[in-house]
Each structure stands twice: as structure tokens, then as C-alpha cells.
Nanobody, 124 residues
């Protein structure tokens, strides 16, 4: 499975972006997709994971109520809507896949395929 992220950009605080993670090369419906971000000098953090059927894990506390994940299997795409963006949301956002969401945010072995990421920069 190959994953490609898109939709990043430079915005002002309070604005919104919609990120996409599009897959190709393998049965898309077999995979859960996790969204992650990594800011310079910081560890990667898991934001949310969505199962093939559309159910999602809880969001990371820092993005809860502002970010929304969704999935369109017909388009082999998972979206992450970023609302009310803050400067501290600035990071490289990437998606990864695995056969479930268990431990997606806490395990170093989660994720058999990864995209290269899309940069989100939020200015105050």
C-alpha cells in the first residue's frame, strides 16, 4: 500500500485546512489509517485512527473538538479536517496504515506503510 498526504499549507490562527491521505496498490478496505504529526524537535504524536468501517478512536486531547477524521473508501482516502488551528498545531502531518488501531499512538511497531507527510504551518 502506498500512501500520499496532501492539503497542507500556511494559514493563520483560527483558520481551517483539510488534509487527505490517499492509498493505492493494495486493498484499501483492509487497513486502518492513523494520523500523526511531528513538530521540529518533538516526538511524533498520534492524533486519531480510523478503522476500515469508519469507526475512530478518541482524538488526542490537544486536538479534540477541533479535528475531525472521516473516510471515503470509494476514493481510497481518509480526511482530517483541521479547524480552529493554533500556532502549536504547526507540524509535519503524516498518515500510516495497519490492520487495526490498537496501540497506534503508543507502539513503535504500529504502521506497516507510511506517507511522506504534508506540512501545516499556522501563524499567529
Amino acid at each position: 500500500l502506498q500512501l500520499v498526504e496532501s492539503g497542507g499549507g500556511s494559514v493563520r490562527a483560527g483558520e481551517s485546512l483539510r488534509l487527505s491521505c490517499t492509498g493505492s496498490g493494495d486493498p484499501w478496505e483492509a487497513y486502518a489509517i492513523g494520523w500523526f504529526r511531528q513538530a521540529p524537535g518533538k516526538e511524533r504524536e498520534g492524533l486519531v485512527c480510523i478503522m476500515p468501517g469508519g469507526s475512530a478512536t478518541d482524538y488526542r486531547d490537544s486536538v479534540k473538538g477541533r479535528f475531525v477524521v472521516s473516510r471515503d473508501n470509494a476514493k481510497s482516502t481518509v480526511y482530517l479536517q483541521l479547524n480552529s488551528l493554533k500556532p502549536e498545531d504547526t507540524a509535519l502531518y503524516s498518515c500510516g496504515s495497519d490492520h487495526g488501531c490498537t496501540y497506534y499512538a503508543s507502539s513503535s511497531w504500529w504502521g506497516n506503510f507510511w506517507g511522506r507527510g504534508t506540512q501545516v504551518t499556522v501563524s499567529s
